[in-house]
């Protein structure tokens, strides 16, 4: 496992070698972040450029490290402090996932497992860890919230979900979720000592077996368990009322340039980010029981396996037009700036009538596939928590942009466990692959008049 982290490290580091040699300057976001860094370096705390709409704990984060250990506030040093993260992230999801696998993690620390080097490895996270951004921090410090929550260092995970919220306010959702998912992990594993009084009962059964009047009856059990997770909600308490004193003083989420981030409803984000993570994640979708033509059937069983299903995938397709209809926001930037992958994507397909409405029984089979892998080893709740909680920080964006799903993307592979050895492996050749060409385009094949392409 460590030879895995020791060439995963190592390929990371000559990339931004590369990466800076080939970059030289600041690029698209960079010009923003990169100069108010440089401000805070100098000790200029109360300077503030109006276009950056996210809080200062990356440029803070590069005046720690620049403090530490001496290091320049220049180009290659500040991308050095999204690749720090980048590095620490598989030590850190390992104990996220085998948390979800119900294993023990390695002993030693700087031997993460395998299937996390790879995760680590996702293109939008691997390529955004070589530019002066705040992904890749922000990721770090939300899996460490959901870590520590897990393992019931509540106020502990309330710092470092309070960090996380220093590089996208936004993180206080994954706050939340931090806590919801603890506590539905500690109701369903905790066990009353012989001779106690017995735990009150919290209806949640498995996932694929539960229907609707399941979750119906875990909601209406609620009431019943509040005592036990009420005092473990203190310190997450303590974050969201910070998080509400900042958007009263602030007058809004959104700092700086709140013209181009107004929030609006944009359902068919939701779509596009279960499509989205098909695409990335189709190796470990295939890897569950029966591999591929298990998934078929099992997904067609749920969309079209009676009378009652197909009825249903009727209606939710009819409602799903409705909503493309109504909700599709074609943002300006979207049309506009074609030195993103998402630009063409949506002038391709998206702008091409019926292409959207053609594309909602494959959002539907996604959704369900995705349900199905992550549920097979959860109950309903545990399995529905991220969904809920991916609904406040998806339907408010109006920009489709990939960035937007890497938290929620990362946080539902995290969940599949018992993914098998030629599953991992095939993710791993499909990350790399995505990742050698993507870098290769963004530095090798830039068009003049347009500029480097990226996500």
């Given at each position: 496992m460590a030879t895995f982290y020791t060439a995963f490290v190592g390929i990371s580091i000559m990339m931004l070698k590369e990466f800076n040699s080939v970059v030289s300057e600041p690029y698209m976001d960079e010009p923003f972040h990169i100069p108010q860094a440089q401000a805070y370096c100098r000790g200029e705390f109360d300077t503030w450029d109006p276009k950056i709409t996210t809080p200062p704990g990356l440029y803070i984060l590069s005046l720690l490290l620049k403090q530490a250990f001496m290091l320049k506030c220049n180009v290659p040093m500040l991308r050095l402090t999204t690749m720090l993260p980048l590095l620490a992230l598989p030590l850190v999801l390992t104990r996220l996932m085998c948390f979800h696998q119900r294993e023990r993690p390695p002993s030693q620390i700087l031997a993460p497992t395998v299937d996390a080097v790879v995760l680590s490895a996702f293109p939008i996270v691997w390529f955004f860890g070589f530019l002066y951004y705040t992904e890749v921090p922000s990721v770090l410090f939300v899996v460490g919230t959901v870590v520590a929550a897990m393992q019931n260092k509540h106020w502990f995970a309330a710092l470092l979900g309070l960090l996380s919220c220093t590089f996208r306010q936004t993180n206080v959702i994954w706050v939340l979720y931090a806590f919801a998912s603890s506590q539905l992990m500690y109701l369903r594993f905790r066990r009353a000592a012989p001779g106690a009084k017995p735990f009150n009962q919290f209806h949640d059964p498995p996932a694929l077996d539960a229907g609707p009047v399941d979750i119906l009856r875990s909601i209406s059990t609620v009431p019943k368990i509040l005592g036990d997770v009420l005092p473990a909600f203190v310190p997450y308490a303590l974050v969201v009322a910070l998080f509400g004193a900042f958007v009263v003083w602030n007058g809004g989420i959104v700092l700086g340039d709140k013209s181009n981030h107004i929030p609006s409803l944009h359902i068919p984000q939701l779509y596009y980010f279960v499509a989205f993570s098909a695409a990335f994640g189709w190796p470990v979708l295939i890897s569950g029981e029966g591999g591929i033509l298990g998934l078929v059937r099992q997904v067609g069983q749920r969309m079209f396996g009676s009378a009652l299903r197909i009825f249903?995938?009727?209606?939710?397709?009819?409602?799903?037009?409705?909503?493309?209809?109504?909700?599709?926001?074609?943002?300006?930037?979207?049309?506009?700036?074609?030195?993103?992958?998402?630009?063409?994507?949506?002038?391709?397909?998206?702008?091409?009538?019926?292409?959207?409405?053609?594309?909602?029984?494959?959002?539907?089979?996604?959704?369900?596939?995705?349900?199905?892998?992550?549920?097979?080893?959860?109950?309903?709740?545990?399995?529905?928590?991220?969904?809920?909680?991916?609904?406040?920080?998806?339907?408010?964006?109006?920009?489709?942009?990939?960035?937007?799903?890497?938290?929620?993307?990362?946080?539902?592979?995290?969940?599949?466990s018992d993914v098998p050895t030629w599953s991992l492996a095939l993710e791993g050749v499909w990350y790399a692959g995505i990742n050698a060409a993507t870098m290769w385009v963004f530095l090798y094949l830039p068009r003049e008049g347009v500029g480097r392409f990226m996500w």
């Open positions: 249903i995938t009727v209606l939710t397709s009819s409602i799903m037009a409705v909503t493309v209809n109504l909700y599709t926001i074609h943002h300006p930037f979207l049309l506009s700036d074609n030195r993103h992958y998402t630009f063409y994507i949506w002038h391709r397909v998206y702008m091409r009538y019926p292409a959207p409405y053609l594309l909602i029984p494959i959002y539907i089979a996604c959704a369900w596939a995705w349900f199905i892998r992550v549920g097979a080893k959860q109950t309903i709740l545990q399995t529905m928590a991220l969904p809920v909680f991916i609904l406040p920080t998806l339907l408010p964006t109006p920009l489709l942009e990939p960035r937007y799903f890497l938290i929620p993307y990362i946080l539902l592979r995290s969940q599949v």
